[in-house]
C-alpha cells in the first residue's frame, strides 16, 4: 500500500486503509479493507451493489475523482472479473430430477393401467350374466388391477430416490420439474408426495372390483356343483 492512500477511509468500518490489504469495488472503485468486504460481501456505496471486489490500484495523479483508476487497469478489470466469494443458490442453476419424470411416467402408466383392469371387471361381470365366456375377461381385467399397484410402488420409489437424491445434492429445481412435468397439480403429488392419494384410491377400487370377481367365481363354483 502505497504512502498516499493511507490517509483514506474505508467506508465500511470508517478507518483509514493503512497499510491493510485493500481492494476495491469492481464498479465504482471504491477502495475498501479486505476484512470488511469479505464481511459485507458488497460494495458500501449507496445504489452501488457490487458484489465482486478487484485488486485496488492509486487513483490518477492529478485526477479530481479519487476513484479514477488508469485506462489500462480497467480494461483488466472488465475483461478478467473476479468471481464472486460464493454463488448464491439460486445462481447454480440445478437440473431437473429426472428420476421424478420416470416417477410421473409410471404414475400415468399405472393410473392406466388400473383404470382398464377397472373397466374390463366391471363389463366383463355385466356380460358375464348373459354370455358365460365373458368369465374370461373378467379374470384378464382382475389381473391388470393386480398390476397396477407394482407400477405405483415403482414411482412411489423412483421419487423418493429423485427426493432425497436431489436435495442431499442440491440438484431439486421444483419449478425445472413441474415445468418438465407439465406444471400441473398432479406432478406435484408424484414428486412430493409419491401419488399416495392415488395409491389409497387405487387400492379401495381395487378391493370393490375384487369382490365382483370372488363373487363371479363363487357363483361358477356353485352353478358346477349343481351339475
Known amino acids: 500500500m502505497d504512502a498516499g492512500s493511507e490517509n483514506i477511509v474505508?467506508?465500511?468500518c470508517g478507518d483509514q486503509l493503512g497499510t491493510d490489504t485493500v481492494v476495491a469495488c469492481r464498479s465504482c472503485g471504491t477502495p475498501h479493507h479486505k476484512?470488511?468486504?469479505d464481511f459485507a460481501n458488497l460494495c458500501s456505496v449507496y445504489g452501488c451493489g457490487e458484489?465482486?471486489?478487484?485488486?485496488?490500484?492509486?487513483?490518477?495523479?492529478?485526477s479530481a475523482d479519487p476513484s479514477a483508476r488508469p485506462a489500462e487497469v480497467l480494461a483488466i478489470n472488465e475483461d478478467t472479473p473476479i468471481p464472486a466469494a460464493?454463488?448464491?443458490?439460486?445462481?447454480l442453476f440445478p437440473t431437473p430430477t429426472y428420476f421424478a419424470l420416470l416417477a410421473y411416467?409410471?404414475?400415468?402408466?399405472?393410473?392406466?393401467?388400473f383404470g382398464t383392469g377397472l373397466v374390463i371387471t366391471l363389463v366383463s361381470w355385466l356380460l358375464s350374466r348373459v354370455v358365460q365366456p365373458f368369465y374370461f375377461f373378467s379374470v384378464a381385467g382382475y389381473v391388470l388391477l393386480l398390476l397396477s399397484p407394482i407400477y405405483?410402488?415403482?414411482a412411489s420409489v423412483l421419487g423418493l430416490i429423485a427426493v432425497a437424491t436431489g436435495l442431499v445434492e442440491g440438484r431439486v429445481d421444483r419449478k425445472g420439474i413441474y415445468g418438465l412435468l407439465i406444471g400441473s397439480f398432479l406432478p406435484l403429488l408424484v414428486c412430493l408426495y409419491n401419488d399416495l392419494g392415488t395409491l389409497i384410491l387405487g387400492g379401495a377400487a381395487m378391493?370393490?372390483?375384487?369382490?365382483f370377481f370372488f363373487q363371479l367365481l363363487r357363483n361358477a363354483i356353485h352353478d358346477k356343483m349343481r351339475l
Not at 458484489?51 to 492529478?62: D, H, K, L, S, W
Not at 460464493?86 to 445462481?91: F, G, K, L, S
Not at 409410471?106 to 392406466?112: F, I, R
Open 10 to 12: 474505508c467506508r465500511v
Open 35 to 37: 476484512d470488511c468486504w
Open 105 to 113: 411416467t409410471n404414475s400415468l402408466t399405472g393410473l392406466k393401467l
Open 51 to 62: 458484489n465482486r471486489a478487484v485488486a485496488y490500484v492509486q487513483p490518477v495523479a492529478g
Open 207 to 211: 378391493l370393490f372390483a375384487g369382490s
Open 86 to 91: 460464493y454463488a448464491r443458490r439460486r445462481d
Open 152 to 154: 405405483w410402488i415403482a
